[in-house]
C-alpha cells in the first residue's frame, strides 16, 4: 500500500495555481499509472467504471456502493487528489447527502453533481432529461451541508446546453454557484460562441470545468489552451477506456489468430515489467519486516 502523502498539493491549489488537468480512472491501478505518470488528480469517472465494471454503457445503471468500493481501493493506493463523479446524487436531496457523507469518508477531494432526470446518460449521448433548477439548487445545499470539510469541492454540473440550450444552461450554473458549488461545470459546450458566453456569466464567480470527449459534442482543445480560454479544471474521462478497448480489440485478435501473444511482446509489460508498477518488490520487502527470524519460534 501507498501511504497518503500530506504534502500533495490540493485541488484547490492546482486550479489555483494555472490550471488542473485530470485524466479520468476507473480502477486503483489505472489510478496508481496516472501517478505514476505524474498527475496530481485524477477523475473517477462513473462512465468509465461502469464500462470496465459492468461492461456496459453509462446509461444511469451504476449504483452508490459500486462507486465507493473503487474509490476505496483507489484512496489505500495512492496518494492523488480524486474527483468523484456522482452522478446526480443517486436520488434527491437526501440521497446527495448519504452520497456526499460516503464518498468523502471514502476518500473523495471533490464530488460532481449533475442536474439530469432519470435515467439519467453520458452527457453526450441524446435523449437527456433535467429536473427543475430549484431541484438541483436544493440537492447542491444539501451536498454543501453534507460534507465535512469544506476543502471537499462539490461541482454543480448542468446538461441543459443539449436540452434547452446555452442561455438556459448558463442561468442553471449561475444558480449553482449561487447554491454553493465550489465549480461549475457546463457540459457539452459546442464552440467557442458558447465558450465566450459561459465565462461572460461564470468567470471569477467560480472554477470553471472543462469535459474532453474524444468523439463528442465539444471540440477537443488541449489543457493549456482551455485554462487560456478561462476553464480551471479540464477532465478526459474516458479516454483511457476508449485507448485500451481499442488496444483489446488488437490484442484479442492477434491471439486468437496466432495462438501466441509474441507479436504484442513490444507492447506489453513483462512479468518483472508489471510487477515493479506494482510496487511488488517493497510490498514483499516490507512483509519481511514482520516475520518471524530464524532463531525465533
Known sequence: ?????????????????????APGVYDALSARMAQQAGFETVY??????????LGGP???????????DVLRYISEQTDVQVIVDAD???????????????????????IQLEDQGFPKRCGHLKGKTLVPTAEMVGKLKA????????????????????????EPAIERAVAYQEAGADIVFVEGFRDDTHVTKIMRALKGRAPLMANMVEGGDTPIDAAQ???????SLVIFPGGLVRALAHTMQGYF????????????????????????????????ELGQRYEPKSDQK
Open 1 to 21: 500500500m501507498t501511504p497518503r502523502n500530506v504534502t500533495m498539493p490540493t485541488l484547490r491549489e492546482q486550479m489555483a495555481g494555472g490550471g488542473c488537468l
Open 44 to 53: 473517477l469517472s462513473g462512465a468509465s467504471i461502469a464500462y470496465t465494471r
Open 58 to 68: 453509462d446509461i444511469g445503471l451504476l449504483g452508490l456502493t459500486e462507486v465507493a
Open 88 to 110: 446526480t446524487g443517486f436520488g434527491n436531496a437526501i440521497n446527495v447527502m448519504r452520497t456526499v457523507r460516503l464518498l468523502e469518508r471514502e476518500g473523495a477531494n471533490a
Open 143 to 166: 451536498a454543501v451541508d453534507a460534507r465535512r470539510s469544506s476543502e471537499t469541492l462539490i461541482i454543480g454540473r448542468t446538461d441543459a446546453i443539449a436540452v434547452e440550450g446555452i
Open 225 to 231: 489552451t482551455l485554462y487560456d480560454k478561462g476553464f
Open 253 to 284: 485478435a492477434a491471439l486468437k489468430n496466432t495462438g501466441t501473444t509474441d507479436s504484442w511482446r513490444a507492447q506489453m509489460l513483462d512479468f518483472t515489467g508489471l510487477n515493479n508498477v506494482l510496487q511488488t518488490p517493497a510490498v514483499l
